[in-house]
Every structure is written in C-alpha cells, then in structure tokens.
C-alpha cells in the first residue's frame, strides 16, 4: 500500500529556504506522478509542484515560480522540494501526494496523502 511520509518542515525568516522530502514508505509503485499540495485553515488544499512519471514534466504554481523547485525520482516513489526566498504567504501544512492517473496540478487526480509537514516562515 502507498504510505507517504514527509520530513523537512520547520519556522524560518522570510527570505530564508527549506527543503521538503517525500518518500514511500509502503513500497514502489508504478506511479503516473507525484506533487507538493499545502493548506492553511480556512483554504482549500492549494497546488504547489508536481512531476510527471512519463517524461518527467514539472509543473509549479504560478505563486512559486522562481522560488521553488520540484525534483524526484517518480520511479522509486521518492519526491524534494526545494524551497528558496520564502516568504510569509508560504506558511502552511505541506503535503506529498501520488497519483496513478490524472492532471497532476488537481486534487482530485491524487489517490495518496501524506500525514503533511508544516512550514512556518516569519516576517
């Protein structure tokens, strides 16, 4: 079964990087791809980065563009997100998620979660 667990969450200062890492802990499977989602309370789970098994595709959120970056292997089931210039709006839980079919920037195309790791950058 999909397990995901991520790790790499803290508190920084705005202007300051992290690093995000998922990984499947419940084995390998043959993924379509995996993505970076976040939330806050009160919002929706947001679309933050994703990769593509086939191809490798990246897909990033118009609101990190330039400040983050996506990098996997999809095959091991293994996700990072390198977070750079980080900035107040960016505090939220961070979640990694698998796909086996669908439009990787949707919540709805993912079929597991992880538990989220948050990140809290201070102004």
């Known amino acids: 079964q999909v397990q995901l667990v991520e790790s790499g969450g803290g508190s920084v200062q705005a202007g300051d990087s992290l690093g995000l890492s998922c990984a499947n802990s419940?084995?390998?499977?043959?993924?379509?791809?995996m993505g970076w989602f976040r939330q806050v309370p009160g919002k929706e789970r947001e679309f933050v980065a994703a990769?593509?098994?086939?191809?490798?595709?990246?897909y990033l959120a118009d609101s990190v563009k330039g400040r983050f970056t996506v990098s996997g292997d999809i095959a091991r089931n293994t996700l990072y997100l390198q977070m750079n210039s980080l900035k107040s709006e960016d505090t939220a839980v961070y979640y990694c998620?698998?796909?086996?079919?669908?439009?990787?920037?949707?919540?709805?195309?993912?079929?597991?979660w992880g538990q989220g790791t948050q990140v809290a950058v201070s102004s």
């Open positions: 990769i593509a098994a086939n191809g490798g595709t990246k």
């Open positions: 998620a698998a796909s086996f079919f669908g439009t990787l920037t949707l919540r709805s195309s993912y079929a597991y």
């Open positions: 419940g084995g390998t499977f043959l993924l379509h791809g």
